[in-house]
């Protein structure tokens, strides 16, 4: 088990996009990041002085081009993960309403899913989280 008193620890604010089909948005990490080449939900991570709402905002302008609404997103899940190299807290949020098309904007695939086909895709072990709150739960 990792020694989380000398890993780096990353605030994460996390997306879960539901469309009005109910689909919702994955992404495909680039292969030389951190967990490349696996899917996740978009987001990143939270910089001094912002709030999560701030940088969950600001995230998913940059990497796909959405405005969100911050009224309709909502609390999900929070989740510590241990990797060996960091530690993450993902503050995850269920966002509902958005402006835009949503683009991979850092030449990232996207992909719509429904709830239940999200465990046909590999995530990072710290989303199995999310993924399970999604299927358990009347999230969406």
Not at 4 to 10: F, G, L
Not at 110 to 139: E, G, H, K, T
Request: charged share 20%.
């Amino acid at each position: 088990m990792p020694n989380t008193a000398v890993n780096k620890r990353v605030h994460v604010a996390v997306g879960v996009i539901v469309n009005s089909l109910g689909d919702i948005l994955i992404a495909r990490r680039a292969n030389e990041a951190h967990q490349g080449g696996l899917w996740e939900f978009p987001g990143g991570k939270v910089e001094a002085g912002e709030t999560v709402s701030q940088a969950l905002a600001r995230e998913l302008h940059e990497e796909l081009g959405i405005n969100i609404d911050a009224a309709s997103c909502r609390s999900l899940i929070e989740i510590n993960h241990d990797y060996a190299d960091k530690t993450v807290f993902l503050d995850v949020w269920l966002v509902t309403r958005f402006r835009g098309e949503a683009l991979g904007r850092e030449g990232q695939p996207l992909r719509w899913v429904s709830p239940q086909s999200l465990s046909d895709y590999v995530f990072p072990a710290a989303n199995a989280a999310i993924v399970n709150a999604i299927q358990c739960a009347d999230v969406i």
